[in-house]
């Protein structure tokens, strides 16, 4: 039993011993390539775009699929002429309302920030404890915020005091009376809160839909809008609406922003590019050219109006018709605000980020659809090195098998051989690959099996010529003359002596698989949903943005030429140590023991 | 083997394996599409239509006999019809063909002029700084996937400094009455320059590198030994004797790179919006055209076949020795 067991032991040892060979042939061009500066530059960029494969997960910084969004609260300052000044952002999160007069200008977000322009500096404030802000307005000389459940908060002389009115809706809007004797509060569920002599009231409404916007006239009564068509009027602390009662007929749909400031003229605008005009007797439904929502109006003056509202739109009134201005930005504006000779349309809603270039939070920028390019390179090398690895494993696997048989056999089975060889060699591979996916569909297989079933041609003739020359050999004729089998020959004697041959082509299919498959995702053939460094580039230029958004082109490109030019610069390293005749002078791969003619083809 | 035996033997070898690919291409369409017909039945097509249609194309006869009809037709140089472009397939080939060659032949031109003598350079400058930076370059021109820098290139020359056209062979509309017509102008040479460059770019690493290497190879024959010997020049030793020798594989590559080109490099023409076979078969994948693609494909690897004899050709008349060897 021991014995046998032995026996067995012993001769495992000895079927280990064979593979010795094979790991030291394999061991020897990665030491020759550590010793070559330019192998090693290369095994350094191979290794590093393996490191990024790996970790791909953690290297992304964003999901490559999710569409980024922006977040920001940003004004465009314009003067009465309506000269529209550039895009400003000057807080972190959307501007919910704002207010002015000639001293102040006063903005809110729903996190708490209140910013106040002072000397063309946009000073932010924060309210202890937080209120989601809605709408803002100026008393006097007080700012008076409000927000979400009802809470109110009123600035004084540098300190924000906390207000406490008899409610748990959400306030909307704000709004003081031009002689500053009255303040108006709308909000949800048809809520109206008067503000006068330091004190805050309830009015009774009978109504019940939520109320967006409030606004003065010159002579001290106000229009007060809300959803569904909803327009009130409130004259001397109580709320009326007898002559507009009419305007629910006019409209159903959700009122936004009111426009007062004018005497005997109003404006409101709400959802789908509604416009309603108040003649001083009768409200009227106009429309300007657009369907979008719009989200706040505010007049310039006589015959002269703006509205703003989603997607960027601008509507502009010269006293007979509304019509679009050409866009600033395509933002969501959440609205408009005027004051004598300065007035800012505000917001932005949150935005896909599109198109953005490099920044620290996306390093390469952004996509049309506000995707990370950054992410998706990451995730692209996985696809690159898979698809180079298998195919490059799939095209040694053959052409190492049919170089050895046809070289070691030669005779008919090396005809045959050479002949298949040579129709391969009449299939141009991306053409080959275009047919296959035709006839199969899309998919990364597809690409490997197309670079696997046609490339290994070159690698099958390159090593079929030094399998003949090492056929030849003393060693392989005292085998055959020992008594070793063809397989034991071929496996044990010549194989191990093929290998750094064989890796060095591995190397080149590798780089070759690697420009192919890009090749064919660019070309839109590869699956989709899986990113790969082609599948960037083929979204780039199927968007038509590739010809400016540079950071979308460059990096996926940059990532090719680097993997391939990595695995040329190890193959090389190879190439060097089984030719010494290539050396120049700044090669200092050691002289290798026997040299071995075998440059190979250029594919 | 005689020179002349061998030319025939290889002749027959090019048109068996074109038989086999043309075999495989007929399978593998079969696979594909049983039944052509039922790609136009989505555009109304009745039923006794598509019956007529099929009777009409042969496609209701057992498969060899269509096998039969499909390669004496090709022989006739009936490709079929094309679904997209309802018209025989071979004369739009022919012409996209024409424009292919138009692209890849003056690109390979200058790649094969410049590259070799850019070689020989760097074998002359061996061991230094020069020849350092040139191997890395030409790796990484060889690295840099052309439809990459085919979009660089318009990046920079067409849309950035808008010195050149960035799509198409001509500016549209223009009239040409042939071929020979519409690429002699200045319009043409125009639209030329930056796919042209992109490709030539690209091949310019391995004519240089090949050149250089067996320069090498080349300088260590015990004839250039007995130049020096002679005492002749650096200059006439190395254009003269070394380069005229190390010519031979560039040459060859030449050939074999004119076939692959052709063959090949379909996204260069997808790029600059190139009419060529390139395009013309991606866009026969898009839109599901059958015919066209497959006759694209017959076309490309044709001409792949035939640029390959090519190289084999000059190789052994170049050097003689390969013959009487019965082939690589």
């Known amino acids: 039993m021991e014995n046998q067991r032995e026996k067995e032991n012993g001769s495992f040892k000895s079927r280990i011993a064979y593979l010795k060979p094979y790991i030291a042939s394999l061991l020897e061009p990665a030491k020759i390539i550590w010793q070559d500066p330019l192998g090693r530059a290369g095994s350094i960029i191979f290794l590093v775009i393996c490191f990024i494969a790996l970790f791909a997960p953690w290297l992304a910084t964003h999901n490559p699929n999710e569409m980024n969004q922006r977040?920001?609260?940003?004004?465009?300052?314009?003067?009465?002429?309506?000269?529209?000044?550039d895009y400003e952002i000057i807080g972190d999160d959307p501007i919910n309302d704002m207010s002015s007069d000639e001293n102040t200008v006063v903005a809110v977000t729903e996190e708490n920030q209140v910013i106040i322009a002072q000397d063309d500096r946009w000073e932010e404030e924060e309210i202890d404890p937080e209120i989601e802000l809605l709408a803002v307005t100026i008393f006097d000389d007080q700012i008076i915020a409000a927000g979400r459940s009802g809470q109110i908060a009123i600035r004084d002389n540098d300190s924000w005091e906390y207000e406490t009115i008899p409610t748990e809706v959400d306030i909307n809007a704000l709004a003081s009376s031009q002689d500053n004797s009255e303040v108006l509060a709308v909000g949800d569920e048809g809520s109206v809160f008067l503000y006068s002599d330091a004190d805050w009231e309830e009015l009774e409404s009978e109504e019940n839909q939520?109320?967006?916007?409030?606004?003065?006239?010159?002579?001290?009564?106000?229009?007060?809008?809300?959803?569904?068509?909803?327009?009130?009027?409130?004259?001397?602390?109580?709320?009326?609406?007898?002559?507009?009662?009419?305007?629910?007929?006019?409209?159903f749909r959700d009122l936004y922003d009111v426009d007062y400031s004018l005497a005997e003229k109003a404006f409101a605008v709400g959802e789908r590019g509604t416009i309603m005009g108040f003649s001083g007797e009768a409200w009227y439904s106009t429309s300007g050219d657009t369907s979008r929502e719009l989200r706040g109006v505010t007049v310039l003056a006589e015959n002269n109006a703006l509205a703003a509202g989603y997607h960027g739109v601008i509507q502009h009134f010269d006293g007979e018709e509304w019509y679009s201005l050409d866009r600033i930005t395509t933002r969501g504006y959440r609205g408009i605000d005027f004051f004598e000779n300065q007035g800012f349309v505000y917001g932005v809603d949150p935005y896909i980020n599109e198109l953005a270039p490099p920044s620290t939070e996306h390093f390469f920028g952004t996509n049309h659809l506000g995707r990370d390019i950054w992410s998706q390179v990451v995730y692209g090398s996985r696809t690159a090195l898979l698809v180079g690895i298998l195919a490059a494993l799939m095209v040694n696997g053959i052409g190492f098998t049919v170089g050895l048989v046809s070289g070691y056999y030669g005779g008919k089975v090396d005809n045959l051989l050479m002949r298949i060889v040579d129709i391969m060699y009449g299939m141009p591979l991306e053409p080959f690959a275009i047919v296959l996916v035709l006839i199969f569909g899309p998919s990364l297989w597809i690409i490997i099996l197309a670079i696997g079933l046609l490339t290994w041609r070159t690698n099958a003739r390159v090593i079929r010529s030094q399998v003949l020359s090492l056929a030849k050999r003393p060693f392989v004729k005292a085998a055959r003359v020992a008594g070793a089998s063809n397989l034991r020959i071929m496996l044990v004697h010549i194989s191990p002596n093929v290998l750094p041959l064989a890796f060095l082509q591995l190397a080149v299919a590798m780089g070759y698989a690697i420009t192919a498959e890009a090749t064919l995702s660019f070309l839109g053939l590869g699956p989709p949903r899986v990113y790969s460094w082609g599948t960037i580039l083929h979204a780039a230029r199927l968007s038509g943005a590739w010809r400016v958004a540079w950071w979308w082109v460059i990096p996926p490109g940059i990532f090719i030429s680097a993997t391939v030019v990595s695995v040329f610069l190890i193959s090389r390293s190879v190439e060097v140590m089984t030719n010494p005749r290539l050396r120049g002078g700044n090669d200092s791969a050691p002289e290798p023991e026997e040299s071995e003619d075998v440059l190979p083809h250029g594919q | 083997m005689n020179q002349k035996g061998y030319l025939l033997k290889r002749i027959l070898q090019m048109i068996f394996s074109y038989l086999i690919i043309l075999t495989l291409l007929f399978f593998l369409f079969r696979i594909a599409l049983p039944d052509p017909t039922a790609a136009l039945v989505v555009e109304g097509l009745s039923e006794e239509e598509r019956q007529l249609v099929q009777a009409r194309f042969g496609l209701d006869q057992p498969l060899w006999r269509q096998y039969i009809t499909y390669l004496v037709n090709f022989f006739q140089g009936e490709l079929g019809i094309s679904f997209h472009y309802r018209g025989p397939v071979f004369p739009i080939l022919v012409d996209r063909l024409y424009n292919t060659l138009a692209l890849m032949i003056p690109a390979i031109i200058v790649s094969y002029v410049i590259g070799p003598l850019l070689g020989v350079l760097l074998s002359w400058k061996r061991g230094s700084s020069t020849e350092f930076t040139g191997i890395v370059s030409g790796l990484i021109m060889r690295s840099a996937p052309l439809f990459w820098t085919g979009m660089i290139f318009v990046m920079i020359f067409g849309i950035w400094l808008g010195i050149f056209p960035t799509s198409g062979m001509r500016t549209m509309p223009y009239e040409a009455a042939h071929f020979f017509d519409k690429i002699f102008t200045l319009d043409f040479l125009w639209h030329l320059i930056l796919p042209m460059l992109t490709v030539a770019i690209y091949y310019l690493g391995l004519p240089m590198l090949i050149?250089?290497?067996?320069?090498?190879?080349?300088?260590?024959?015990?004839?250039?030994?007995?130049?020096?010997?002679k005492g002749l020049s650096e200059r006439k030793i190395m254009y003269h004797h070394v380069a005229r020798n190390a010519l031979l594989p560039v040459?060859?590559?030449?050939?074999?790179?004119?076939?692959?080109a052709v063959g090949g490099q379909v996204v260069v023409e997808v790029v600059f919006s190139w009419p060529g076979l390139g395009r013309?078969?991606?866009?026969?994948?898009?839109?599901?055209?059958?015919?066209?693609?497959?006759?694209?494909?017959?076309?490309?690897?044709?001409?792949?076949?035939?640029?390959?004899?090519?190289a084999d050709m000059i190789y052994s008349y170049l050097d003689p020795r390969v013959g009487q060897g019965g082939g690589k």
């Not at chain 1, 977040?71 to 000044?85: A, C, L, P």
């Not at chain 2, 050149?211 to 010997?229: P, Q, S, Y």
């Not at chain 2, 026969?284 to 017959?298: E, I, K, N």
């Open chain 2, 280 to 310: 013309e078969i991606v866009q026969a994948v898009q839109t599901s055209d059958f015919p066209l693609a497959q006759g694209a494909f017959m076309m490309m690897s044709g001409v792949v076949l035939v640029m390959n004899f090519a």
């Open chain 2, 211 to 229: 050149m250089r290497n067996t320069m090498l190879e080349v300088m260590g024959e015990d004839f250039i030994e007995l130049c020096r010997a």
């Open chain 1, 71 to 85: 977040i920001e609260g940003s004004v465009i300052s314009f003067n009465e002429d309506k000269e529209w000044k």
């Open chain 1, 210 to 251: 939520d109320l967006n916007a409030v606004d003065f006239s010159p002579a001290g009564d106000a229009i007060i809008v809300g959803n569904q068509g909803t327009i009130m009027h409130y004259e001397a602390k109580e709320i009326t609406d007898p002559e507009y009662e009419a305007f629910g007929e006019e409209t």
């Open chain 2, 251 to 260: 040459v060859t590559q030449a050939a074999v790179t004119v076939g692959l």
